[in-house]
């Protein structure tokens, strides 16, 4: 592995071991670390420990899906393969499904205008709008609709499907969103057009790395740039508050490409496991 490239999976490696720590309780587990959310919220995921010095066993992986059990949370595993390759194996030994999403990290100079992507307008939130709270709630009503029908193919679910899955939000995480966003460490987006949001995403940032999460376009609304302008707007106010690193996890090589459009190059696999789905 080259110097560079081990630099950027290094920093990268703090930033997701960083990420949880001021909402999580982190549990460990031998070689492996749970973050546990202190209160209501989107529950955390177990991975690596940055100090192990050894890499996760299978009993690791054992005694923290146990525990995920005993408190009510997802079953879920997230890492970079490059980073810690033996869990791998690890993981699907003990009935794990993983995903190996495409991990990529924006080449700034190759950074388009978001305007040369779509004609649809893209909005940054703003805690002080009066109507922010339900800006929240129709991005991740978006969400929602978008990542309930993967891939990049158009569709039937448009605004309908949307508006249907707004629900209110408590008041801490509406709280939460606001604080993230008014110092910087949480940028939120939304494409609209006359019908409403049809296109949204978000992006985490600690210090001066950031990674671009939940871009999401309604199926309706597809195959017009949406997702690559909202990727885009959300990089270059990034690059404006003086973050050096982006990176994204694309869910599949398909929506990879999108990325490419947008100046984004791969550089390693964020794995993503979750237990074996069983049918019948």
Request: glycine fraction near 8%; aromatic fraction near 4%.
């Amino acid at each position: 592995m080259d110097v560079v490239r081990a630099d950027v999976l290094d920093r990268l490696e703090r930033f997701y071991d960083a990420v949880p720590r001021d909402v999580a309780l982190a549990e460990e587990h031998g070689a492996l670390v749970l973050f546990v959310r202190d209160g209501a919220g989107w529950p955390f995921y177990a991975r690596p420990r940055a100090d192990a010095t050894e890499p996760p066993t299978l009993a690791d992986v054992t005694a923290v899906r146990a525990r995920q059990r005993e408190l009510g949370l997802p079953e879920a595993f997230e890492w970079v393969h490059e980073v810690t390759p033996d869990l791998l194996a690890v993981a699907r030994s003990a009935g794990l499904s993983v995903l190996e999403a495409p991990l990529m990290v924006l080449e700034p100079d190759r950074l388009p205008d978001p305007a040369t992507l779509s004609d649809v307008p893209v909005r940054v939130l703003d805690p002080g709008d009066p109507g922010f709270a339900a800006d929240v709630a129709l991005r991740r009503a978006v969400a929602a609709v978008g990542f309930s029908h993967g891939g990049t193919g158009r569709g039937d679910a448009g605004p309908a499907e949307r508006d249907a899955a707004v629900s209110r939000l408590d008041v801490a995480a509406l709280e939460e969103e606001a604080v993230r966003i008014a110092d910087g460490r949480r940028i939120s987006v939304l494409a609209e057009t006359s019908e409403g949001a049809l296109a949204s995403g978000m992006a985490m940032r600690v210090d001066d790395v950031a990674e671009i999460a939940g871009v999401a376009t309604l199926p309706a609304a597809r195959r017009r740039g949406l997702g690559a302008a909202v990727t885009a707007t959300l990089a270059h106010r990034l690059r404006a508050a003086g973050t050096d690193l982006i990176f994204l996890s694309a869910g599949s090589e398909e929506i990879a490409r999108v990325y490419l459009r947008v100046g984004f190059r791969r550089v390693g696999t964020a794995c993503i496991a979750e237990p074996t789905a069983v049918i019948g």
